[in-house]
Every structure is written in structure tokens, then in C-alpha cells.
């Protein structure tokens, strides 16, 4: 299994271009999210998914949207990219239910906002 | 909401014994859970506590007190490689998606 996958690792974007961060994963996780995670906050929850076409918002939602055809894909928009934008961007899953102890977290998308 | 504190940093020295402290205001959760975080790297889980009580992996303790809103991470004979973030995350029970909640971290630098 290659667990989750974030593609690119790295993107230099200027202010108001849009771009897809992707993020994929193979052990039919029906729990998926997004964090953002800057120096000394910690990790911020921007949208999560319960499974195919369900969505919603976490922590810091304004800027980006998600969708989630599949219950493997979870990608992540920015419509304009803005300076505050600039981050390090980490996509998790794990299985739903109290039962479910851990998240698995991608390599992270490393993002820099002009 | 969910709201959990940590010290920004700890220092230690090899072999030595750390404790990472966690306070938390939640209106509920099922469990606390611990991940760790190298310098450029993603988090990895290490350690969930369900229930009060200590939870023992290895080298790594976990511990949880419901009626104290307490939990805390040890980390025995420190080792170089244990250098890293540490944080502490809840797993809401306030809805049916289960989102988890993190602290903003704890650095732990460990000296040769």
C-alpha cells in the first residue's frame, strides 16, 4: 500500500492563481481531511470528508474547497491564492467511528504564495 | 469546541526521561491521541488512550486523566532521533465524524 500520496510536493503560485492540490489514498479510508499547518499553530483543520460526496468545513475553510467524488480522492482548490496562503498543507485519513484511533497523514504539500 | 495546551518546548538530554504535558477544555471526546513530527516530515501517530490510565508502547508512555482534563506523553532513555515535535489531539465526540482536534505542539530538543 503506498498509504496517502500528496502531489506536488512543492508549488511557488503568484497572488490570484488557483491551483488543485491532490490527495489520494489506498486503504479505503472513509474519513479524509485537510490541514494547514504555519509556525506555532499547530495543525488547522480546513475541510474533512465522511465519504463520497460528503463534505464539510473545519477550522480555516475561507479560501479553499474540496469535493469528494471518490472514496479514494480528496483534492484540495485554491480559487485565488493570497499571500496568507503560504503554508505547509497536509492531507490525513483514517477509517470513521469511535473505534478509529489513528490518521494517517500524507508527506505534506509545501506551498509558497507570491 | 475543543481546546488543549502544551508547552512550546522541552529540553533533555540523552538517556534522560521527558514528560509532555496536555491540558484540555472539551465538551467531549473519545480518546486522546499523540503524534510525533521531524523537522520537514509528516505527523506519525504514536500513542491513543481510550480510557484513564497508562498506555505503554516501547519507550513511549501515554497517560490520560478524564476527571483532570490531563494527559501527558513520557519518553524514556531519550535518544538523539526522539528530537521532533510532539502533540497531543482529541478525537470530538461532539459529532458523528470523529474530527480530531490537535495542540500546537511541543518541541522537544534532546542534547548529545
Known amino acids: 500500500n503506498a498509504g496517502v500520496t500528496q502531489t506536488p510536493k512543492f508549488q511557488v503560485l503568484k497572488t490570484g492563481q488557483s491551483m488543485t492540490l491532490q490527495c489520494a489514498q489506498d486503504?479505503?479510508?472513509?474519513?479524509m481531511s485537510w490541514y494547514r499547518q504555519d509556525p506555532g499553530m499547530g495543525l488547522r483543520l480546513i475541510h474533512y470528508?465522511?465519504?463520497?460526496?460528503?463534505?464539510d468545513q473545519g477550522e480555516v475553510p475561507n479560501g479553499y474547497n474540496v469535493s469528494r467524488s471518490t472514496t479514494e480522492d480528496f483534492p484540495l482548490r485554491l480559487l485565488s491564492a493570497a499571500p496568507s496562503q503560504t503554508s505547509v498543507y497536509f492531507c490525513?485519513?483514517?477509517?470513521?467511528?469511535?473505534?478509529?484511533?489513528?490518521?494517517?497523514f500524507g508527506p505534506g504539500t509545501r506551498l509558497l504564495v507570491l | 469546541g475543543q481546546s488543549l495546551e502544551q508547552p512550546s518546548e522541552v529540553t533533555a538530554v540523552e538517556g534522560a526521561i521527558v514528560q509532555i504535558n496536555c491540558t484540555y477544555q472539551?465538551?467531549?471526546?473519545?480518546?486522546l491521541s499523540w503524534y510525533q513530527q521531524h523537522d520537514g516530515g509528516a505527523p506519525t501517530f504514536l500513542s491513543y488512550?481510550?480510557?484513564?490510565g497508562l498506555e505503554e508502547t516501547g519507550r513511549f508512555s501515554s497517560f490520560l486523566s478524564r476527571s483532570d482534563s490531563y494527559g501527558y506523553l513520557l519518553l524514556q532513555e531519550l535518544q538523539m532521533k526522539d528530537s521532533a515535535s510532539y502533540f497531543c489531539?482529541?478525537?470530538?465526540?461532539?459529532?458523528?465524524?470523529?474530527?480530531?482536534?490537535f495542540g500546537r505542539g511541543t518541541q522537544l530538543t534532546v542534547w548529545p
Open positions: 490525513a485519513s483514517s477509517t470513521s467511528g469511535r473505534a478509529s484511533k489513528t490518521q494517517y
Open positions: 486503504m479505503n479510508h472513509e474519513y
Open positions: 470528508s465522511v465519504g463520497a460526496g460528503i463534505t
Open positions: 472539551t465538551s467531549g471526546f473519545y480518546g
Open positions: 488512550n481510550a480510557l484513564d
Open positions: 489531539a482529541v478525537k470530538d465526540r461532539g459529532s458523528t465524524l470523529g474530527r480530531l482536534y
